[in-house]
């Protein structure tokens, strides 16, 4: 492997909580996972994935759900699709 180098990260403690959780699920240790991330960064010139805000309407609907507000509840999976007209 060569020379190796160190990066440090500061973040929630919750954040890394749940997140090592995640990957050790995965079977994969942080420091792999934080060189994928890194190789991916290179191979795609750039994030791995979209970063970008949410249209207003996304915004709104994240932020009812947040708050419990205008959501609508069902008691089987057919009333779900009833009101989807499904």
């Known amino acids: ?3 190796t180098a160190s990066v440090s990260v500061r973040m929630e403690p919750s954040l ?4 090592e959780n995640i990957l050790r699920d ?3 240790p942080a420091s792999q996972a934080v060189t994928l991330f ?3 960064l290179v191979l795609h ?3 791995p994935f979209e970063v970008k805000l949410p249209v207003e ?3 709104k609907a994240l932020e009812d759900a947040v708050n419990g507000r ?4 069902f ?3 057919d009333e779900l699709f009833e009101d989807l007209g499904i």
């Open 1 to 3: 492997m060569g020379k």
């Open 16 to 19: 890394k909580r749940d997140a």
């Open 26 to 28: 995965l079977g994969l």
């Open 38 to 40: 890194y190789r991916q």
């Open 45 to 47: 010139k750039g994030l």
């Open 57 to 59: 309407v996304t915004r």
């Open 70 to 73: 205008d959501l609508a509840s």
């Open 75 to 77: 008691s089987t999976v």
